[in-house]
């Protein structure tokens, strides 16, 4: 049976509980078990599909086609284990499917109820396809005290009592904040959070302390004495300088050790050559390049996240630093001048995903802005949609081409999908159907034509599996005079109907993509379009 840890936090949120998580598995990973990360997001949304990226960062996207939080990211990146629609759920979806049972009358005439049937959902998510894992983490939302995740408390309550405290583990992940008036780090918060904590019903095993400088000896002892722990599971956990170092620093402070002592576990040390590796990548780059995003949210990191992680990859794969510069696509709408200024310098222009006409004439610029002065260009999901229009407009003569994403237009070289094959066959939608969870979502695979610039990226790959979330398709009706004009369909759906890679043979490296190729980028392997397109930036930085 897996051996279940649950992550819950306190103080404050943004402590990087996820990124904790990931650490601890992929520490766990290296010492020879197998694992899989859950998140249980306390919100009454069914799935953050809908959310604003400002309200929640990145939609995450599985092969299985689930729109899931962005931590799941955070953990498909640092084990390589691909995460499933069945590791988030949400307090919406628990609703909802109680809800429909009630209205079936499943529930026979009972009450139904918070305890016990959400806290009953809970568990069953929590349990469900763990067969043959040695641990499974559940990382819990929000910060401990939320009115949202009492249930979620009260279920691993009950977890905890039904699969033995010898098989489950609660890491409690706190802040010890430095207070400069006092000169002094102060374990209150930390109390007081594990109080709450406690008074639901679940002790912590392990408290992992975020903190801005080192914790003493005394007050770790104090914290374990307050809480209940041994002061071997007061675990210190200092900001990194980088996400890559947050594994091995934890190792270093006995994270997977204290928890393999909980478990009562004995293992040979880990194997962290993959860390020291990206680490001496990261830290020892032998250049640098400077990559130009050209997107919407750009006020807001976490709403790339992918995208920005999977940059950093095709830089560890060249061993360059790559720097990143968030452009808003507005800004070359309202001047001219500002294109030549912000983009000149540049060692390569991605545009990335987006949604809503806002913004797309300064894309459709940048893109005009790539393939006129060279620079290598990625086109990601509405960025490549953007490139074709600004191939239509300019180079195949169609004056007029839009998006019906836009608004109605007479030449929708990108219009709404209403039919497409799935692996579980005809999908069709509305254009006035719901939009959540509607989109083509998850992997589908693309036939790469030979001698493609493509597929040669991907190794000589003739089939390749992304994932997608996009409800608007380039039209292949447009094909031909996109094709005269240079832009080339190098990459099609197995039915040949969906376009789902172009590019430009002509040019240095200008490669559009419907698919989102950031979410399969892991550090110690780098995403090949990521890869390559860090190359050709690196070439172009050498012309220059
Ligand atoms: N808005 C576009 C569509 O729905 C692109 C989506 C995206 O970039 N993820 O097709």
Request: charge should be negative.
């Given at each position: 049976?897996?051996?279940?840890?649950?992550?819950?936090?306190?103080?404050?949120s943004?402590?990087?509980?996820?990124?904790?998580?990931?650490?601890?598995?992929?520490?766990?990973?290296?010492?020879?078990?197998?694992?899989?990360?859950?998140?249980?997001?306390?919100?009454?949304?069914?799935?953050?599909?809908?959310?604003?990226?400002?309200?929640h960062?990145?939609?995450?996207?599985?092969?299985?086609?689930?729109?899931?939080?962005l931590?799941?990211?955070?953990?498909?990146?640092?084990?390589?284990v691909?995460?499933?629609?069945s590791?988030?759920?949400?307090?919406?979806?628990?609703?909802?499917?109680?809800?429909?049972?009630?209205?079936?009358?499943?529930?026979?005439?009972?009450?139904?109820?918070?305890?016990?049937?959400?806290?009953?959902?809970?568990?069953?998510?929590?349990?469900?396809?763990?067969?043959?894992?040695?641990?499974?983490?559940?990382?819990?939302?929000?910060?401990?005290?939320?009115?949202?995740?009492?249930?979620?408390?009260?279920?691993?309550?009950?977890?905890?009592?039904?699969?033995?405290?010898?098989?489950?583990?609660?890491?409690?992940?706190?802040?010890?904040?430095?207070?400069?008036?006092a000169?002094?780090?102060?374990?209150?918060?930390?109390?007081?959070?594990?109080?709450?904590?406690?008074?639901?019903?679940?002790?912590?095993?392990?408290?992992?302390?975020?903190?801005?400088?080192?914790?003493?000896?005394?007050?770790r002892?104090?914290?374990?004495?307050?809480?209940?722990?041994?002061?071997?599971?007061?675990?210190?956990?200092?900001?990194?300088?980088?996400?890559?170092?947050?594994?091995?620093?934890y190792?270093?402070?006995?994270?997977?050790?204290?928890?393999?002592?909980?478990?009562?576990?004995?293992?040979?040390?880990?194997?962290l050559?993959?860390?020291?590796?990206?680490?001496?990548?990261?830290?020892?780059?032998?250049?640098?390049?400077?990559?130009?995003?050209?997107?919407?949210?750009?006020?807001?990191?976490?709403?790339?996240?992918?995208?920005?992680?999977?940059?950093?990859?095709?830089?560890l794969?060249?061993r360059?630093?790559?720097?990143?510069?968030?452009?808003?696509?507005?800004?070359?709408?309202q001047?001219?001048?500002?294109?030549?200024?912000?983009?000149?310098?540049m060692?390569g222009?991605?545009?990335?995903?987006?949604?809503?006409?806002?913004?797309?004439?300064?894309?459709?610029?940048?893109?005009?802005?790539?393939?006129?002065?060279?620079l290598?260009?990625?086109?990601?999901?509405?960025?490549?949609?953007?490139?074709?229009?600004?191939?239509?407009?300019?180079?195949?003569?169609?004056?007029?081409?839009?998006?019906?994403?836009?608004?109605?237009?007479?030449?929708p070289?990108?219009?709404?999908?209403?039919?497409?094959?799935?692996?579980?066959?005809?999908?069709?939608?509305?254009?006035?159907?719901?939009?959540?969870?509607?989109?083509?979502?998850?992997?589908?695979?693309?036939?790469?034509?030979?001698?493609?610039?493509?597929?040669?990226?991907?190794?000589?790959?003739?089939?390749?599996?992304?994932?997608?979330?996009?409800?608007?398709?380039?039209?292949?009706?447009?094909?031909?005079?996109?094709?005269?004009?240079?832009?080339?369909?190098?990459?099609?759906?197995?039915?040949g109907?969906?376009?789902?890679?172009?590019?430009?043979?002509?040019?240095?490296?200008?490669?559009?993509?419907?698919?989102?190729?950031?979410?399969?980028?892991?550090?110690?392997?780098?995403?090949?379009?990521?890869?390559?397109?860090?190359?050709?930036?690196?070439?172009?930085?050498?012309?220059?």
């Amino acid at each position: 049976m897996a051996r279940f840890i649950f992550i819950t936090g306190g103080v404050v949120s943004s402590l990087g509980k996820g990124l904790m998580a990931a650490s601890l598995a992929a520490l766990l990973q290296a010492r020879g078990y197998t694992v899989r990360i859950r998140k249980f997001d306390p919100y009454l949304n069914v799935d953050p599909g809908t959310m604003s990226p400002y309200q929640h960062g990145e939609v995450y996207v599985t092969d299985d086609g689930a729109e899931t939080d962005l931590d799941l990211g955070h953990y498909e990146r640092f084990t390589g284990v691909n995460a499933r629609q069945s590791d988030n759920v949400t307090s919406g979806r628990i609703y909802q499917q109680i809800i429909a049972r009630e209205r079936r009358g499943d529930y026979l005439g009972a009450t139904v109820q918070v305890i016990p049937h959400v806290t009953d959902a809970i568990k069953a998510f929590a349990l469900a396809d763990t067969e043959g894992l040695d641990f499974v983490l559940c990382e819990i939302g929000g910060t401990v005290g939320d009115i949202e995740s009492l249930p979620f408390i009260e279920a691993i309550r009950q977890l905890r009592n039904e699969l033995g405290r010898e098989n489950t583990a609660v890491v409690h992940v706190t802040l010890v904040p430095y207070i400069s008036a006092a000169g002094e780090l102060k374990t209150k918060p930390t109390q007081h959070s594990v109080r709450e904590l406690t008074s639901l019903g679940v002790q912590p095993d392990l408290l992992l302390c975020r903190c801005e400088h080192p914790l003493p000896a005394t007050e770790r002892a104090k914290i374990a004495l307050f809480c209940n722990v041994r002061p071997e599971a007061v675990i210190q956990a200092l900001d990194a300088a980088s996400i890559y170092a947050v594994p091995p620093q934890y190792h270093a402070e006995g994270l997977d050790a204290e928890v393999l002592r909980h478990f009562g576990l004995e293992a040979p040390p880990p194997d962290l050559a993959r860390w020291t590796d990206i680490l001496d990548r990261y830290n020892h780059p032998e250049g640098e390049v400077t990559i130009a995003v050209v997107g919407k949210y750009v006020g807001l990191p976490d709403a790339y996240k992918s995208l920005n992680e999977a940059l950093v990859h095709g830089g560890l794969a060249n061993r360059v630093k790559v720097a990143v510069r968030w452009i808003d696509a507005e800004v070359f709408e309202q001047d001219d001048s500002a294109i030549t200024a912000q983009l000149e310098p540049m060692h390569g222009i991605l545009v990335p995903g987006g949604f809503g006409e806002r913004g797309s004439e300064g894309k459709i610029a940048s893109v005009r802005f790539a393939r006129e002065r060279r620079l290598p260009f990625l086109g990601i999901c509405l960025g490549m949609q953007m490139a074709c229009i600004e191939a239509a407009r300019n180079t195949a003569g169609v004056s007029g081409a839009s998006s019906t994403e836009f608004g109605p237009t007479d030449e929708p070289v990108v219009g709404i999908i209403t039919e497409w094959m799935s692996s579980e066959g005809l999908q069709q939608r509305s254009a006035q159907g719901d939009l959540g969870g509607t989109m083509r979502l998850g992997a589908y695979e693309a036939v790469l034509a030979g001698n493609s610039h493509v597929s040669r990226l991907y190794n000589g790959a003739t089939r390749i599996s992304e994932r997608h979330r996009h409800r608007y398709e380039v039209n292949v009706a447009y094909r031909e005079r996109l094709e005269q004009g240079g832009l080339v369909f190098s990459g099609m759906s197995p039915d040949g109907l969906l376009p789902e890679i172009v590019e430009r043979p002509d040019h240095p490296w200008f490669v559009g993509v419907q698919f989102h190729p950031e979410l399969k980028s892991k550090p110690f392997d780098p995403h090949p379009l990521f890869a390559g397109f860090i190359a050709a930036a690196l070439r172009q930085s050498r012309l220059v």
